[in-house]
């Protein structure tokens, strides 16, 4: 069975962190570039963070960079996204999903433009004290 599935998720206070985890099964990630999404009630989908397959370049939202980290364990077939000194406004559902790699012209653009073959349920995280 092909899926994402994503933990880690859960209730923090403003400050905090979490460590997100995307682990694939029926495939193997090293062969995707992975998104890192979420979606906050009434609000669009934003990407927060990519990381394309073979080279490892990343990218980051401005509304996180500095504070999220997105890495990637093939032998563990699993994606990492570390959030720290989270604030109340990071408070969404966030999902991970894979695209098989393809060229694309900057990791901003493909993160942005994601279209994803696979896609995980998503995992909420409310920060808030």
């Known amino acids: 069975q092909v899926q994402l599935v994503e933990s880690g998720g859960g209730l923090v206070q403003p400050g905090g962190s979490l460590r997100l985890s995307c682990t694939a099964s029926?495939?193997?990630?090293?062969?995707?570039?992975i998104g890192w999404f979420r979606q906050a009630p009434g609000k669009e989908r934003e990407g927060v963070s990519c990381?394309?397959?073979?080279?490892?370049?990343?990218y980051y939202a401005d509304s996180v960079k500095g504070r999220f980290t997105i890495s990637r364990d093939n032998a563990k077939n699993t994606v990492y996204l570390q959030i720290n000194t989270l604030k109340p406004e990071d408070t969404a559902d966030y999902y991970c999903?894979?695209?098989?790699?393809?060229?694309?012209?900057?990791?901003?653009?493909?993160?942005?433009?994601?279209?994803?073959?696979?896609r995980g349920q998503g995992t909420q995280v409310t920060v808030s004290s």
């Open positions: 999903a894979a695209r098989l790699a393809k060229p694309y012209t900057t990791v901003q653009s493909m993160c942005i433009m994601f279209r994803y073959d696979y």
């Open positions: 029926g495939f193997t990630l090293d062969y995707y570039d």
């Open positions: 990381i394309s397959s073979k080279d490892g370049f990343t």
